[in-house]
């Protein structure tokens, strides 16, 4: 069955509030800071977002309605998007079409989180009631664990070395050095990533990400509007989305993008040799080759000479996490979903500066989410186009 595509509705206004290490604020003040920015960006007036998407793991006691009322909103779409890695692509999905049948015209999609010291341990620590029945009690605590299982499989069955691993880590740093949200400011040798000190083996100290505080955001609207107030926009030519796909594979060397990928590509009438970049949620490495055969850059099990062959930096061969990825910018929490969809959005307007991809027009994005033990059980993907008036 072919779905009805997004025509008329467009990304715009992409925004990051600036990376910290550690913040005493609250995630509220994040979000409430991204919003600030997409206001001050398109020029609108705060009544005009009738339509909010949200994602944060720190909000605590508040959902999305809580954080309206702070916020003094009143939207007439609004919805809470707890999926991690996936919500970038996710929000998007909803925004656009609640602004094509018309149930609201203008949406803004937020994600943020503080990260106080104590922030991740405790997000991690309530995760998920699967992790607490079936992990915790055996002493494995957290993603690095469920990672190091994950990487483990791949170096087994399909031959990768932790040297491809720290190939494409290398190129993130050399790209993150130019991006000036980038909280990694020191250039990585391939020598460093090796010796680095094990944290989960066969992971090291550079295969994790650094959670951090931040917030990204970007607005969803009618082509005609954005004309009209005078700002770049891209366009979407297609989505897909899956959970818990594969429940049956015993351990997660595959994703739920290799169901949808025919449709991804169909929608778009596009193929994987068109896109000019690719942005993935990567808080390991592992993650980001099951991406690049799952989205059909290569084969299942092919990703370790398609790493091989390529140089993944912004001015080489398949320019790759343009900003520098979470390996490299900093995990702030559920931003972390929407850091390569933001960044997409920069390279498709032209104004990600530094990291600019020459004459990039298409750009794919890919978000993954929500890690329980041995598998992360949300994906989706988008196919973004560079805007035309």
Known sequence: MSRTP?????????????????SEHSAHRWLGTALRHLLQQSGLDKKAVDGVCVSSFTLGSDTAVGLMQHFQMSPRFLEHIPMG????VVALRRAARAVQCGDAT?????????????????TVSGF????????YPY????????????????????GATRADFGKLCVAQRDNALRNPYALMKKPLTLEQYLEARPIAEPIHLFDCVMPCAGAEGYLVMRKAQAIELGLPFVEVLSTIERHNAFPEDSIQYRGGWALDVAELYDMA??????IDFLETYDDYPVINVLQFEDLGFCDKGAGVEFIRQNSFTIDGSFPFNTSGGQLSVGQAGAAGGYLGLVQALRQLTHTAQNTQVANATLGLVSGFGMINYDRGIC?????????QA
């Not at 890695?85 to 970038?88: E, I, K, L, Y």
């Open 6 to 22: 997004y025509n008329d509705v467009v990304l715009v206004c992409p925004v990051t509030v600036p990376y910290e290490r550690f």
């Open 85 to 88: 890695g996936a919500s970038g």
């Open 106 to 122: 203008i949406v803004a999609c937020l994600a943020g989180d503080t990260n106080h010291p104590d922030s991740f341990k405790n």
């Open 128 to 135: 998920s009631r699967f992790s607490q029945d079936a992990v």
């Open 139 to 158: 002493g494995a605590a957290g993603p690095n664990g469920s990672f190091a299982l994950l990487t483990d499989y791949y170096m087994r069955h399909y």
């Open 269 to 274: 009438a596009v193929q994987p040799t068109d």
């Open 379 to 387: 994906t989706a993907a988008a196919i973004l186009k560079r805007g």
